[in-house]
């Protein structure tokens, strides 16, 4: 379920059962930058995980009023250093502006702390190197929140299913991620590409790493993208639509669509589905939304040698990912997420968002 209006995906934030993998006080985290409403999620996840939520910090009082509203256990921080220099702090969430993701994670990994940050995690690719090599003296993590697989239960099915077996080896991913603009609330930087990066860097970044992820693959190649503005030309640095054609190392074929261009009688802020075709069946995901029932998301159709199933997955699975990042960080292992698929995804995203065509819609010829 969301602990917010389903049509704000700034701000979508999924509460869940609390499955605690640590004892209260054992494992304590801060929150900082608030520039984007994912810290909700990012928190929940943790907290719902038995992280112990002990610090917030942001420049803007507001923003932290606001935090402290619905985490009354965090202590407001007079600035950054004041939570880096606490040593029970083992994790800093955060959700800063785009292009200042990857300074701060070096700022936190360089004081000891675990990185846990919004998608997407870089707007360049001169910014992941100077992050892997960071990584490589530190050792320590540099987490990204892909949330439209790691906060999405029919994903997390879906991810059940393949190790199951239940459609054979995948051949082919199409990830949809379209997302309600909702330009009024949007901050000034979220419509400058410097800071934001460009959709393909941005949400796409989700579509790219549930390819790698489900397809089974370390590495692609990037076939083809192309990115355009065709509804929102009084903010021209915005890219309202994106889209990429990956080849994965093991023969697997991709195909992601990413847009700000949901209409307002869509009743969430996105219908985000992914198809996930294999050798002996395949697997629709809704995750969001089932167009003209109200039943809510999270939708899973299944088409495998043994028939067809549809399977309603709210609250069967809850969210793994954060428990096991927990863990990880206290054991040194990668059960969560290999930083190594970190990394690559973000280098998929980049090199996808730096080769993209810039195509322009025109009217059609009378």
């Known amino acids: 379920m969301s602990s917010v209006n389903m049509k704000d ?20 985290f801060a929150a900082a930058c608030l520039d984007h409403g994912h810290i909700y999620g990012m928190c929940n996840g943790l907290i719902e995980a038995g992280a112990t939520l002990k610090w917030v910090y942001d420049p803007s009082p507001e923003k932290v009023a606001a935090f402290i509203s619905r985490y009354p256990q ?12 606490d040593p029970a702090i083992q994790l800093v969430a955060a959700a800063a502006i785009p292009n200042e993701r990857a300074s701060l994670g070096i700022q936190v990994m360089k004081a000891g702390k675990h ?13 992941l190197e100077q992050v892997k090599q960071v990584y490589a003296e530190t050792k320590k993590k540099y987490a990204v929140y892909y949330s439209e697989r790691l906060h999405v239960e029919s994903a997390v099915y879906a991810d059940q299913l393949i190790k199951q077996g239940a459609i054979g080896k995948v051949v082919q991913m199409i990830g949809f991620g379209p997302h309600r603009l909702n330009a009024p609330s949007r901050p000034d930087w979220f419509f400058k590409k410097e800071q934001y990066g460009g959709i393909l860097a941005d949400i796409a970044s989700h579509q790219i790493e549930q390819f790698l992820y489900f397809s089974g693959n370390n590495d692609a190649k990037i076939i083809s ?8 030309k009084q903010y021209p640095e915005l890219e309202d639509f994106g889209d990429a054609h990956l080849i994965g190392e093991n023969g697997a074929v991709g195909y992601v669509r990413v847009d700000w261009l949901t209409p307002d009688g869509l009743r969430t802020w996105g219908d985000g589905r992914t198809v996930l075709l294999g050798t002996e069946g395949y697997i629709e995901l809704r995750k969001y939304v089932n167009i003209g029932a109200g039943d809510g998301g999270d939708h899973v159709f299944l088409v495998n040698q043994q028939g067809e199933k ?6 069967l699975t809850g969210y793994p990912y954060f ?26 995203t ?4 730096n080769q993209a065509l810039r195509i322009e819609h025109k009217a059609p010829l009378i």
Do not use: W
């Not at 965090?74 to 220099?85: F, G, N, P, S």
């Not at 990185?115 to 910014?127: A, C, M, S, W």
């Not at 549809?310 to 609250?315: E, H, Q």
């Not at 980049?350 to 968002?353: H, I, N, V, W």
């Open 9 to 28: 995906g700034m701000n979508y934030a999924p509460i869940s059962q609390s499955k605690p993998v640590v004892k209260p006080g054992e494992y304590c």
């Open 74 to 85: 965090a202590k407001a921080a007079r600035d950054l250093q004041e939570i880096l220099d």
């Open 115 to 127: 990185y846990f940050t919004d998608k997407g995690p870089f707007t360049t690719l001169e910014q």
């Open 225 to 232: 993208s192309t990115v355009g503005n065709f509804n929102n």
């Open 310 to 315: 549809y399977i309603k997955v709210s609250g």
């Open 323 to 348: 428990g096991q990042l927990i863990l990880d960080t206290l054991q040194e292992t990668e059960y969560a997420m290999t930083q190594e698929h970190v990394f690559k995804t973000a280098e998929l």
């Open 350 to 353: 980049l090199l996808a968002q």
